[in-house]
C-alpha cells in the first residue's frame, strides 16, 4: 500500500524566514509520481509541482523548491523568504503505477506565516 | 480557460436523504476524479472517470457512486446519507487519465448532514 506522512502537523514562521516542509513516502512501485498541492483557506487545492521516480533533479520555481531524494523517500519542499500569502494547508501526495494510479495523500501542513 | 466548476458550493442535507453533486471539468480534459475532504480522514480518493467508464474506484461504501456524461462532466451521488458524510467534496479534472498528469482542482463542495 502507498503511504505519505507529513510529520509536522502546523508550523508558524515569521514573514521573511525560510521553512521546509517535510514529506516521506512509501511505495513499491518502480514508477511513481510525487505532487505538492496548496489549499488556501478558500479550499481549492493549488497544484503546485510534479516529480516523477526517475527525475531526481531538485528543482526551484522562484521562491519554491524542492528536494527529492530517492534513497530517503523525502519529497521536501522550501519556501524562501515567506510571505503571509503562503499561509496555507500544503499537501504532499503519491500516485503509483499501473493499479496505484490513485492519489494518495499526506495529513498536510498547516503553515501560517506571522507578519 | 475556464477552471473547474462544482455546483452547488454548499448543501444541507438530513440524514437518510441522497444528494448529487456536479463538476464540471476544464474544457479539453477528459478525466474526472472526486475526493472527500474531512478533519478525521484527511483527502481520500473517491473515484476516477475517464471516457464515461470508471477507471478506480477507493475504499467508499456503494452508498457512494457517480458517473461521467459524453462531454466528460461527471455527478457523483451519495444515497442513505449519514452523519460523517459531512465533508468537502472536491473534483479535479485532467487532460487524460493517469498519473503523469497533474490534477486541477475545483472549490469544492460542502456537504453538511444534520
Known amino acids: 500500500a502507498q503511504k505519505v506522512t507529513q510529520a509536522q502537523t502546523e508550523i508558524s514562521v515569521v514573514e521573511k524566514e525560510d521553512v521546509t516542509l517535510d514529506c516521506v513516502y512509501e511505495?513499491?512501485?518502480?514508477?511513481?509520481?510525487l505532487f505538492w498541492y496548496k489549499q488556501p483557506p478558500s479550499g481549492e487545492l493549488v497544484f503546485l509541482i510534479r516529480?516523477?521516480?526517475?527525475?531526481?533533479q531538485n528543482e526551484i520555481s522562484g521562491r519554491y523548491s524542492w528536494n527529492f531524494q530517492k534513497s530517503t523517500s523525502s519529497f521536501n519542499f522550501t519556501i524562501t523568504a515567506s510571505q503571509v500569502v503562503d499561509s496555507a494547508v500544503y499537501f504532499c501526495?503519491?500516485?503509483?503505477?499501473?493499479?496505484?494510479?490513485?492519489?494518495?495523500f499526506g495529513t498536510g501542513t498547516r503553515l501560517t506565516i506571522i507578519p | 480557460k475556464a477552471g473547474v466548476t462544482q455546483t452547488p458550493r454548499y448543501l444541507i442535507k438530513t440524514r437518510g436523504q441522497q444528494v448529487t453533486l456536479s463538476c464540471s471539468p476544464i474544457?479539453?480534459?477528459?478525466?474526472v476524479s472526486w475526493y472527500q475532504q474531512t478533519p478525521g480522514q484527511g483527502l481520500q480518493f473517491l473515484f476516477e472517470?475517464?471516457?464515461?467508464?470508471?477507471?478506480n474506484k477507493g475504499n467508499f461504501p456503494g452508498r457512494f457512486s457517480g458517473r461521467q456524461f459524453s462531454n466528460s462532466r461527471s455527478e457523483m451521488n451519495v444515497s442513505t446519507l449519514e452523519l460523517g458524510d459531512s465533508a468537502l467534496y472536491l473534483c479535479?479534472?485532467?487532460?487524460?487519465?493517469?498519473?503523469?498528469?497533474?490534477?486541477?482542482f475545483g472549490p469544492g463542495t460542502r456537504l453538511t448532514v444534520t
Open positions: 479535479a479534472s485532467s487532460p487524460l487519465a493517469g498519473p503523469a498528469y497533474e490534477q486541477y
Open positions: 511505495t513499491r512501485d518502480t514508477t511513481y509520481y
Open positions: 516529480r516523477n521516480s526517475f527525475d531526481e
Open positions: 501526495a503519491l500516485s503509483g503505477d499501473f493499479g496505484n494510479e490513485k492519489l494518495t
Open positions: 474544457s479539453g480534459h477528459r478525466s
Open positions: 472517470y475517464f471516457s464515461e467508464t470508471q477507471r
